[in-house]
């Protein structure tokens, strides 16, 4: 497993504004997945990669930027001159590194290359703190050692996964999801 990607830059040392950013991103209820501040010439890009257990909607982007040009406008003197600020989730192509990339990814389709051995796709199951359990197109569970992974990455999928695979693998169907009392 490679470990989490650093903080990124090329302008102003990121980690005075991680010490600012981090708790409002935590205080809305979500992580900051990666903090890169770029300059070109006088102007800086400071762009904030955050991620939450249900994800992150347009309407949580849009909060979290306000709150965090508000917050950048209050330290301005940690960024000198000029900056756009983006506020974004991560992308699909993100590589899983970590426990919760895997936690997150639950019933996704996920291409596996491990350390030995040949890549292989299959469906993300639970995750734990060591190993996520996984279902192989052949129907067989495997449990995968976070240590054991050179890359994985998920898969773009067009239709949910089939009710087989979310049942064998501790989920609830979709045309069966319980609903809420009215």
Avoid: C, N
């Amino acid at each position: 497993m490679s470990p989490p990607r650093p903080a990124q830059s090329s302008g102003p040392p990121p980690g005075p504004l991680h010490g600012v950013l981090e708790p409002l991103v935590r205080a809305a209820g979500f992580e900051l997945d990666q903090l890169d501040v770029r300059a070109a010439g006088r102007r800086h890009t400071v762009k904030l990669v955050v991620d939450g257990d249900s994800g992150v909607g347009l309407d949580d982007i849009a909060r979290l930027s306000r709150a965090a040009a508000a917050e950048l406008e209050q330290h301005e003197h940690l960024i000198a001159g000029s900056y756009t600020l983006e506020v974004t989730s991560p992308g699909v192509d993100r590589p899983l590194t970590l426990p919760r990339h895997w936690r997150r990814a639950h019933l996704r389709l996920v291409e596996i290359r491990p350390t030995d051995g040949e890549p292989f796709t299959a469906r993300v199951g639970p995750a734990g703190e060591d190993a996520v359990t996984v279902l192989l197109a052949d129907g067989q569970l495997r449990e995968v050692a976070y240590a054991d992974v050179a890359h994985a990455s998920v898969q773009v999928e067009f239709r949910p996964p089939p009710d087989a695979d979310v049942v064998r693998l501790g989920g609830t169907p979709a045309g069966e999801a319980e609903e809420e009392p009215s």
